[in-house]
Structure formats: structure tokens, C-alpha cells
């Protein structure tokens, strides 16, 4: 039963490429949360998704990023025209279908890191 | 959600018992209280979590205390690779409420 899969571990871009981050939640999940991690600081909320459907979208920037959970395949974490200040591990997380039963864990995955130069 | 309160530090010697407190005084009846860990540059950990009872399991014991304020993780025997951050969240679990919000947590550092 593999955990929450995210690709690439690391990723390289230029100032001005895109960077697109993948997550393959737990077998049985639905639900897939992204959070960012900048360098010596806290996990910030960034978006929460269910499939096809953006459910909480606000701790994303207003601009450059993008997320999507479709019916089919992983979910993705897009960034257009990187800049450094992007540079950070991101993580995805996975959940089953909530319910009022008090376990609602999240399971996240070993990260993804950008380097922006 | 409540807000937490947790020591941004922490020291503990290996092999004994590392107790990590955490203050929720605005928590309300409903909410949960939950322990993630982020040990260096992974994804982090679930550990456990409680509503009023006290609960163990494999990784750690939470012991909450009967105002529900504040509660306790206890590792019983802590070793070096529990070195990590430690973090208090408290929510109420369910539809529209899923994410987690994570503070600053307590660093632990387990001492050889």
C-alpha cells in the first residue's frame, strides 16, 4: 500500500520556466491538500482539492499558481514564470472522504523541492 | 480553530521519557486535538490525537486534561531519530473543515 507518491523530489528551474509538481494520493483518498515550506519556516495551507473540484483554495497566490485534481491521474501543482522567492520543499497530503469521526488524518508525502536560479 | 501554545524548544535525553506540552484554553467541545512531527526536510508525521479521553498508541500517549485547556505528548522512550518538530493543532475534523493548520510546533532535540 504505497503512501502518498509526489515527483519530482527535486526540480530546477530558471527564472521565468514553469514548474510542475505531481501527487498520487493513497490508494482510497479523494481528498489532496498541497502546503509550502519556505526555507527555515512553517508549513503554510495552500490549496485543498477533491476530484475536479477545487474545495479551498485560500492560501494560494493570486497569480502564477495553479492547481488541479482530475478524474484521472495525479494531481498537479502548477507554477508559471518562476522566481526565486518560489525556491521552497512543497508537500502534498491525502485523506479519505471526511466524516464527523474525529480521525481525519492527513498522510503526507516526502515533498517535492524547487530550486529556482 | 483554537490556537495552540507550545514551547518553541526542547531538550531530552535519550532513553527517557520526552513530554511535550501544548495550551488550546479556547478550545471548544468539539474540537480535537492532533500531533504531527516533521522530522528534518520530510513530509510530516501523523503521531496521534484525542478529543477528552487520554489515548496511546504505538508511536506516543496523549494525555489530555479534564478541562480539556491543555494536553500532553508523551514519547516513552525517546531516541535519537525522534529528534524533529513537533506540532499541536486543534480543529474540529468533518466536511469543510479538513486542512490542517500548523504553528511554529516545539524542536525536540534528543540528546545521546
Redesign the interface.
Not at chain 1, 471526511?98 to 515533498?111: D, E, H, I, K, P
Not at chain 2, 479538513?98 to 510546533?105: D, N, P, R, V
Given at each position: 500500500n504505497a503512501g502518498?507518491m509526489q515527483n519530482p523530489r527535486h526540480l530546477v528551474r530558471r527564472r521565468g520556466q514553469e514548474a510542475r509538481l505531481r501527487c498520487s494520493p493513497m490508494k482510497g483518498h479523494s481528498?489532496v491538500?498541497w502546503?509550502r515550506q519556505l526555507p527555515e519556516e512553517?508549513?503554510?495551507?495552500m490549496v485543498?482539492l477533491q476530484k475536479e473540484n477545487i474545495?479551498?483554495e485560500s492560501g494560494m497566490p493570486k497569480e502564477r499558481f495553479s492547481a488541479e485534481f482530475p478524474k484521472e491521474g495525479p494531481s498537479i501543482l502548477r507554477i508559471q514564470q518562476v522566481v526565486r522567492g518560489d525556491s521552497a520543499?512543497y508537500?502534498c497530503?491525502s485523506?479519505p472522504k471526511?466524516?464527523?469521526?474525529?480521525?481525519?488524518?492527513?498522510?503526507?508525502?516526502?515533498?517535492s523541492r524547487l530550486t529556482v536560479l | 480553530d483554537a490556537k495552540t501554545t507550545q514551547p518553541p524548544s526542547m531538550d531530552c535525553a535519550e532513553g527517557r521519557a520526552a513530554n511535550l506540552p501544548c495550551n488550546h484554553s479556547t478550545i471548544s467541545g468539539n474540537e480535537?486535538v492532533?500531533w504531527y512531527r516533521?522530522i528534518h526536510?520530510?513530509?510530516?508525521?501523523?503521531i496521534i490525537?484525542g478529543?477528552k479521553n487520554n489515548e496511546t498508541n504505538e508511536m506516543a500517549s496523549l494525555i489530555i486534561t479534564e478541562d480539556r485547556k491543555s494536553s500532553t505528548l508523551i514519547l516513552p522512550h525517546a531516541t535519537l531519530r525522534d529528534t524533529a518538530v513537533y506540532y499541536c493543532i486543534v480543529r474540529v475534523?468533518?466536511?469543510g473543515n479538513?486542512?490542517?493548520?500548523?504553528?511554529?510546533?516545539t524542536r525536540l532535540t534528543i540528546i545521546p
Open positions: 502518498v481528498h491538500y502546503y512553517g508549513l503554510k495551507f485543498y474545495i479551498d520543499a508537500f497530503a485523506s471526511t466524516g464527523n469521526t474525529g480521525a481525519n488524518v492527513l498522510t503526507f508525502g516526502a515533498g | 480535537y492532533y516533521q526536510s520530510q513530509g510530516p508525521q501523523y490525537h478529543l475534523p468533518g466536511p479538513e486542512k490542517l493548520t500548523f504553528g511554529t510546533g
